[in-house]
C-alpha cells in the first residue's frame, strides 16, 4: 500500500471459512495522487458492489502521511468518506476496520508497535482538535479509543509484523452490514465531487455548442455526449450527474422543438399563399427532418412526408382555382415543382400538369359559349365564371410566355385572349352609348324603368369585382370597365338628378298624378340599389329630396285633421260626414308611404294617431250606450233618468253612424273601418250606434203603449164598478208608465217614439179623468153611503203623492172640503127635519 495506490480495478479474493465463503474485495484507493477521476470510478465500482452483495464489511487502509499533509485534511477527507456508506456510523461502526500503513515515514516514530499507536492517538486528537463535522468526530473518537485500548477495529499494518491469517480472521469476524442503502449509492470524496460537478457542466457545454454547430459531424459528437450522459446517470448516481442528465434531456428536447418549429415554419411557408418557398426552404426543411429523425427514436422522417400527401393534393387544387391570378399561379406552382424535386415526387408533378392541361381546355370551352353582348342577361354567377375563366385564359397566355414546361402546351392561348379583349370592349362601348343617347335627349318616358341600363351597369360592376377580387389588371379590360362605369353613371344620375329637381319645384301642393313619377324614381333607384361604387348612392339623395318635400305638404293636411280628431276626442263629433270625407281623403294618400325608405309610413302613422283620436271617442261612445242600457233597472219600467241619457247620447251617435258609413264604405271593410290590428278592434262592429240607442227606445215605447192599455182599462173598469182595492196599485203603474213616456216624449228627434208616447200621455190622462169625474158625481148628492166617500177620499189623498198622474186629479183638500160641506148640508137638514118634527 503506497502513497499512490497500484490497484486500478478491483482484485478479488475468495476465502473459505467453514461452511460459508468470504469474498475479498481490493478496491483502488481515494484521496491518493492518482486524481479525482480514478477516485469516481472507484466510488461508481463500489456502489455497484454495494448493490449486488447481501452484507458488507469494511477495511480502509490508511497511509500515516495522510495525517500530516494539509493538517490531516486527507485523513478527514477519507473518515468522511467511510461515514457515508451506512447510514449511522455509531451503529455500524462494528462493520469496520482502519489500518494505518507507513509509520516508519512519521519523524521520531518509533519501531516499537505501542509507541506508535500512541504517536497515531496523539495526531488524531491533534486533528479532532481542528474538526467540526461532528460524524467525522466520532469516527475520530473511534479510532483513536480502538487504537488506545489494542481493540481489533483499529491497528498498524506492517508487511513483516502484522499477522495477516489473524487479521483476515479478524476482518471476518466484524459484523456484516445489511442495510446497504447508503453504500449502494455513489458516494464521492469533497474534491472528487467538485471535479465531478465541473466535468459535467463541460460536457452541457459541449452539448450546447455540438447542436449549434450545422457541422453535419456533430451529430456524432452529440450521441457521443448523451451517451456519456447515459453512463454517468446510470453508475453515477449524485445529484450534480443528475441534475445535468436532467439538463441534456432539456437541451435535447428545446432542441427537438426547435427542430421541430422549423419545420412548422417551413412548411407553413410551403402551405401560405403569401409566403415563397424556394429550393433553400425545402433544403432546410429536409435537414431538419433527419436531424429530428436522429434525436428522436419516435419519429420517422419518410413517414411526416408520406402524411403531408393531403397537403399535396390541397396545394394542386389551390393551383388550379389561382389559375385566375398569374402571380399566385405562378409561386404556388413553383412550390410544388420545388417540392418534387426535393423529395422525389415527380408523380405529383405530372399530375399538376395534367389537371392544368384539363383546366386550359375547359377554360376554352367556357369563353367560347358566352357571347359577351348576352353577358348582363346572365346570372351573377355565370358572369363570374366568365371574368374568372378569362383570367385564367390571361394567365396561361403569361405562363406560357415566361416558363418552359414540355409536360404543358399553351400555343393558343395567346390568340384566343386578345380576340375575346376585343370583343368586350365593344360591347361596352354599345352600352355607353344607349345611356349618353337618352341623356342627351332629356326625353325621359316613365315607364323606361331603366332597366337594360341596369343590368348593364351591374354585370360592369360584378365583372370589376371579380377582378378586385384577385387584385390583378387585365391588360386594359379593368381600365375599360372603369370607362364604362363612369360613363353609364353620369348620365343616369344626371337624368335622374334632373327629373327629381323638376318635381321639386312643382310640389307646392299634393297632387295625386305625381303617383306614376315616384313610381318611376323608386324603381330607378331600386334597380341601381346593388351598385356600390361612385356616385350611384346619389340617385337616393335626389329621391330623397322629392320625398322630403312633398312630406309637409301632406303635414300640412294631416295636422288640421289631427286637430279636428283631437275636438272630437275632447267635445264630441259634430258634422260626421264631413270628418269621414276628410279622413278618408288623407287615407288615399297612403300610396306616397311605398315611396319612403323602408319602415318609414310617413301617411299611414299619421292616419294611426287620427285615428285613434276618432277610434277612442267612438269607442267612449258605445261603452257609455252599452253601459247605460245594461244598467236599466231590470224591470218593465225604465227610469226617466236612464231615457234622459239616451236622449243625450242620440245626436253624437247618429253623427258617428255618418262618420263610420262613409270610412267603412271608403275602405271596402266590414265591420272594422281601421287600420289597425282587426282583433284588437273585433268588439267595434260597425252597426249603427244611433240605429241601436233609437231600436230600444222604439221598442221600450210599444211596450209602455200596451202596458198603458192594459192599465187604463183596469183603471177605468175598476172607478166605473166603485172598486178601490186594486185604484192605488195601478195608479202607481199609471205613474211608472207616465214618467217614462213623458222622458220619451221629448225626443223629438224620434218620430215613432215621440207620437207614440205622446198617444199614451193622452191616454192615461183621460183614465186618471174617471176618478175626478166620478168625485163629481158623487159629491154633488148626498146618498148616505158614507164607505164610498170615504174611499173616494182615500184615493184621491194616495194617487195625490203620485208624482205624474197626481197632477191630473182633483185637489185633495178640495174634495174633503166637499165632503164636509156635503156632510154639513146634510147634518143641517137633518136638524131641521128634527126642529120642524119636534
Known amino acids: ?17 467453514g461452511d460459508n465463503e468470504v469474498l475479498f474485495l481490493d478496491s483502488p484507493g481515494l484521496e491518493d495522487t492518482r486524481g479525482a477521476e480514478m477516485d469516481i470510478a472507484t466510488s461508481a465500482l463500489l456502489s455497484q458492489v454495494a448493490k449486488r452483495c447481501k452484507s458488507l464489511r469494511f477495511v480502509i487502509l490508511i497511509h500515516c502521511a495522510s495525517l500530516l499533509e494539509e493538517r490531516g485534511n486527507t485523513f478527514r477527507s477519507v473518515l468522511q468518506f467511510a461515514n457515508l456508506f451506512v447510514q449511522d456510523f455509531s451503529e455500524s461502526k462494528m462493520s469496520f476496520m482502519f489500518m494505518f500503513t507507513h509509520t516508519d515515514e512519521i519523524t521520531g516514530m518509533s519501531n516499537s508497535s505501542g509507541d506508535a ?3 497515531l492517538q496523539e495526531e488524531i486528537i491533534q486533528i479532532a482538535s481542528a474538526t467540526k463535522d461532528e460524524d467525522v468526530l466520532a469516527v475520530l473518537d473511534f479510532v483513536r479509543r480502538s487504537l488506545k485500548k489494542n481493540y481489533p477495529f483499529a491497528d498498524i499494518l506492517h508487511p513483516l509484523d502484522t499477522n495477516f491469517p489473524k487479521l483476515a480472521d479478524a476482518i471476518e469476524q466484524l459484523q456484516g452490514v445489511r442495510d446497504l442503502t447508503s453504500a449502494s449509492s455513489c458516494n464521492l470524496t469533497l474534491s472528487s465531487r467538485f471535479k465531478l460537478e465541473v466535468a459535467v457542466q463541460h460536457l452541457l457545454e459541449r452539448l450546447q455548442a455540438a447542436l449549434r454547430s450545422s457541422s453535419p459531424n456533430n451529430t456524432t459528437k452529440v450521441k457521443d455526449i448523451l451517451r456519456s450522459f447515459h453512463y454517468l446517470s446510470e453508475y453515477v448516481d449524485v445529484e450534480s450527474v443528475r441534475k445535468a442528465a436532467r439538463q441534456s434531456e432539456e437541451i435535447i428536447n428545446d432542441h427537438k422543438k426547435d427542430l421541430n418549429r422549423c419545420i412548422e415554419l417551413e412548411f407553413t411557408r410551403w402551405t401560405s399563399s403569401s409566403s415563397a ?20 427514436s419516435t419519429f420517422s422522417a419518410e413517414r411526416w412526408i408520406q402524411s403531408k400527401n393531403e397537403d399535396v393534393t390541397k396545394l394542386q387544387d389551390e393551383i388550379l382555382m389561382k389559375a385566375s391570378s398569374c402571380k399566385q399561379f405562378r409561386r404556388e406552382f413553383g412550390k410544388l415543382q420545388t417540392w418534387a424535386d426535393v423529395f422525389c415526387r415527380a408523380d405529383v408533378f405530372k399530375e399538376l400538369c395534367t389537371k392544368l392541361m384539363t383546366l386550359f381546355e375547359s377554360t376554352m370551352a367556357i369563353v367560347s359559349r358566352t357571347d359577351p353582348a348576352t353577358l348582363h342577361e346572365q346570372p351573377e354567377e355565370e358572369v363570374t365564371l366568365f371574368v374568372e375563366s378569362f383570367m385564367v385564359l390571361q394567365t396561361m397566355r403569361d405562363f406560357s410566355e415566361q416558363i418552359s414546361v414540355p409536360e404543358i402546351n399553351l400555343a393558343c392561348a395567346t390568340t384566343s385572349h386578345e380576340k375575346l379583349l376585343e370583343d368586350l370592349k365593344c360591347v361596352f362601348r354599345s352600352w355607353t352609348v344607349k345611356a349618353a343617347q337618352l341623356a342627351e335627349s332629356k326625353n325621359v318616358n316613365f315607364k323606361d324603368d331603366f332597366k337594360d341600363i341596369a343590368s348593364h351597369a351591374l354585370v360592369l360592376e360584378s365583372m370589376n369585382a371579380v377582378l378586385r377580387k384577385y387584385d390583378i389588371g387585365v391588360n386594359s379590360l379593368d381600365k375599360n370597365i372603369e370607362s364604362a362605369l363612369r360613363s353609364l353613371e353620369s348620365d343616369v344620375i344626371g337624368l335622374f338628378t334632373l327629373c327629381c329637381d323638376d318635381l321639386v319645384k312643382n310640389s307646392s301642393s299634393f297632387d295625386p298624378s305625381w303617383e306614376p313619377k315616384l313610381r318611376w324614381m323608386r324603381d330607378a333607384c331600386q334597380r341601381f340599389s346593388k351598385m356600390h361604387s361612385g356616385r350611384w348612392k346619389e340617385m337616393f339623395s335626389s329621391f330623397s329630396a322629392v320625398t322630403n318635400k312633398i312630406k309637409p305638404v301632406l303635414y300640412s293636411s294631416s295636422g288640421e285633421l289631427e286637430n279636428m ?6 267635445h264630441g263629433m259634430r258634422s260626421g260626414g264631413r270628418l269621414g270625407e276628410d279622413l278618408v281623403k288623407f287615407r288615399r294618400c297612403k300610396w306616397f308611404d311605398s315611396y319612403l325608405p323602408q319602415g318609414e309610413a310617413f301617411v299611414a302613422n299619421c292616419c294611426v294617431a287620427i285615428e285613434l283620436a276618432f277610434q277612442e271617442r267612438i269607442e267612449e261612445k258605445s261603452t257609455e250606450l252599452a253601459r247605460t242600457l245594461t244598467s236599466l233597472p231590470q224591470r218593465k219600467y225604465f227610469s226617466s233618468e236612464s231615457i234622459e241619457k239616451l236622449e243625450l247620447l242620440l245626436p253624437e251617435l247618429k253623427e258617428i253612424d255618418k262618420f263610420l258609413t262613409i270610412v267603412s264604405e271608403s275602405a271596402g271593410v266590414k265591420p272594422s273601418p281601421w287600420t289597425q290590428d282587426p282583433e284588437e278592434l273585433a268588439a267595434l262592429d260597425h252597426e249603427s250606434l244611433f240605429e241601436k240607442c233609437a231600436s230600444h227606445l222604439e221598442d221600450h215605447t210599444h211596450y209602455l203603449s200596451d202596458q198603458a192599455t192594459e192599465c187604463t182599462r183596469d183603471w177605468t173598469t175598476n172607478i166605473s164598478a166603485r172598486k178601490f182595492d186594486c185604484v192605488y ?3 202607481q203603474n199609471l205613474d211608472l208608465i207616465y214618467a217614462d213616456a213623458k222622458a220619451l216624449n221629448n225626443i223629438q228627434s224620434l218620430e215613432v217614439v215621440a207620437q207614440k208616447s205622446h198617444e199614451i200621455l193622452y191616454d192615461i190622462s183621460n183614465a186618471v179623468q174617471e176618478l175626478s169625474r166620478l168625485v163629481k158625481s158623487e159629491l154633488k148628492i148626498f146618498r148616505g153611503d158614507f164607505n164610498l166617500k170615504v174611499n173616494i177620499l182615500t184615493s184621491i189623498k194616495a194617487c195625490s203623492r203620485l208624482s205624474h198622474i197626481g197632477k191630473h186629479l182633483t185637489d185633495y183638500k178640495d174634495v174633503q172640503h166637499q165632503v164636509r160641506n156635503l156632510v154639513a148640508s146634510e147634518a143641517q137638514k137633518v136638524e131641521r127635519e128634527i126642529e120642524a118634527s119636534v
Open 117 to 119: 499507536k500512541k504517536r
Open 565 to 570: 280628431s283631437q275636438v272630437t276626442k275632447e
Open 277 to 296: 418557398f424556394e429550393k433553400g426552404n425545402a433544403r432546410a426543411l429536409q435537414d431538419a427532418l433527419l436531424l429530428l429523425q436522429d434525436f428522436d
Open 1 to 17: 500500500h503506497a502513497k499512490a495506490s497500484k490497484t486500478r480495478s478491483l482484485n478479488a479474493f475468495l476465502r473459505k471459512c
Open 729 to 731: 196599485s195601478l195608479a
